[in-house]
């Protein structure tokens, strides 16, 4: 199975970075995606979670209200709520992103910046 999305979001929230105990750091932040190809403008919330050098990228260079391109894993969690009925919580696991910073946008695999027309 395939398990593949790519994306572009506007972040809603800050990141809030952590170090794992074995010293890895990972960011997670809100986002909202909008399909504006249908009639109806479908937004989907979701959460999105970095790690590593993508992470520490992220976390100094966008925040809120900053668009963000990725791509990595989709992944649902069930949790239970305080009313007894289940649900469901859907993240993205970045492998890949973009970010356009200062009329630039920094590719964090190469980590070069390149000129944009806008």
């Known amino acids: 199975m395939i398990n593949r999305i790519v994306f572009k979001g506007l972040l809603l929230s800050d990141w809030k970075v952590r170090q794992t105990n074995s010293g890895?750091?990972?960011a997670s932040?809100?986002?909202v995606?909008?399909?504006t190809k249908k009639e109806n403008n479908e937004s989907v919330f979701i959460e999105l979670v970095a790690f590593g050098k993508t992470s520490d990228?992220?976390?100094d260079n966008t925040g809120n209200?900053?668009?963000i391109f990725g791509d990595g894993r989709l992944a649902e969690a069930t949790y239970t709520k305080k009313d007894g009925t289940k649900g469901y919580q859907f993240k993205i696991y970045l492998d890949k992103?973009?970010?356009t910073w200062k009329n630039k946008t920094v590719n964090n695999n190469t980590g070069s910046e390149e000129d944009v027309p806008f």
Do not use: G, N
Request: one cysteine or more; charged letters at 20%.
């Open 57 to 59: 990228l992220l976390a």
């Open 29 to 31: 932040a809100r986002c």
């Open 65 to 67: 209200k900053s668009i």
């Open 33 to 35: 995606i909008q399909d």
């Open 24 to 26: 890895l750091t990972v």
């Open 97 to 99: 992103a973009e970010f």
